[in-house]
């Protein structure tokens, strides 16, 4: 059971370009998230699901976007890359967005923005 | 606005016990996490409250005091491997989790 995995573990990208993170977990929960983590910042919400087919805006959600196309995968996407999304990406998921939710993470995707 | 606050790091000596604490200023509360997040890994669950008072799990126990806004994180015996960062986070009247910067602690042999 591999829990939640990301892909890729990191990227250097040129500023401008379009940058897939991907995110899949095999725990079949119905919340997903996207956050980023910034030195000296808590994790911060990007996007978030509560079910298949549903996706919301977090804290900090402009330049990304997402899908929830399935229960298992949920894509974030960085349109057209800048040097301000350079950060240490985490995709989490839980059983519920509601009630306990404790949330469960992936690995992490280090990206760099030049 | 949000806010949790939290102690940017901590030292203190293998064997000992050590307390983390943590104030909030949220908009609801539907509860608060502790996780644990080793350098260069992902945050993993630690511990949960959601009514006041003490929950213990092993070496580490969670407090929590709805009415003044604070939690503390209490990890005894310390060994090497607890050195990490311990991340502080309240689910607020959306059930959206708000975190702390975290504790970088640091044990000492």
């Known amino acids: 059971i591999a829990g939640i995995t990301q892909a890729p573990t990191s990227q250097i990208l040129a500023a401008g370009r379009r940058m897939t993170l991907r995110c899949t977990q095999d725990?079949?929960?119905?919340?997903m998230y996207w956050y980023r983590q910034d030195l000296g910042l808590g994790l911060r919400l990007i996007h978030y699901?509560?079910?298949?087919?549903?996706?919301g805006k977090g804290e900090v959600p402009d330049g990304y976007s997402v899908s929830r196309a399935n229960t298992d995968d949920f894509p974030l996407t960085l349109a057209s890359a800048v040097p301000s999304q350079t950060s240490v990406y985490f995709c989490?998921?839980?059983?519920?967005?509601?009630?306990?939710?404790?949330?469960?993470f992936g690995p992490g995707t280090r990206l760099t923005v030049l | 606005g949000q806010n949790i606050d939290q102690p940017t790091e901590m030292t203190a000596t293998e064997g000992a016990i050590v307390q983390i604490n943590c104030t909030y200023q949220?908009?609801?509360?539907?509860?608060l996490f502790w996780y644990q997040q080793h350098a260069g890994e992902a945050p993993t669950f630690l511990s949960y409250?959601?009514l006041d008072g003490l929950e213990e799990k092993g070496r580490f126990s969670s407090f929590l005091s709805r009415s003044k806004g604070y939690s503390y994180l209490l990890l005894k015996e310390l060994q090497m491997k607890d050195s990490a960062s311990y991340l502080c986070?309240?689910?607020?009247?959306?059930?959206?989790?708000?975190w702390g910067a975290g504790t970088k602690l640091i044990i000492k042999p």
């Open positions: 989490a998921s839980s059983e519920s967005r509601y009630d306990y939710n404790e949330q469960f």
């Open positions: 725990m079949r929960h119905n919340a």
């Open positions: 699901s509560n079910t298949a087919g549903t996706t």
């Open positions: 949220t908009s609801g509360f539907n509860g």
């Open positions: 409250n959601v």
């Open positions: 986070a309240v689910s607020d009247s959306n059930y959206q989790l708000i």
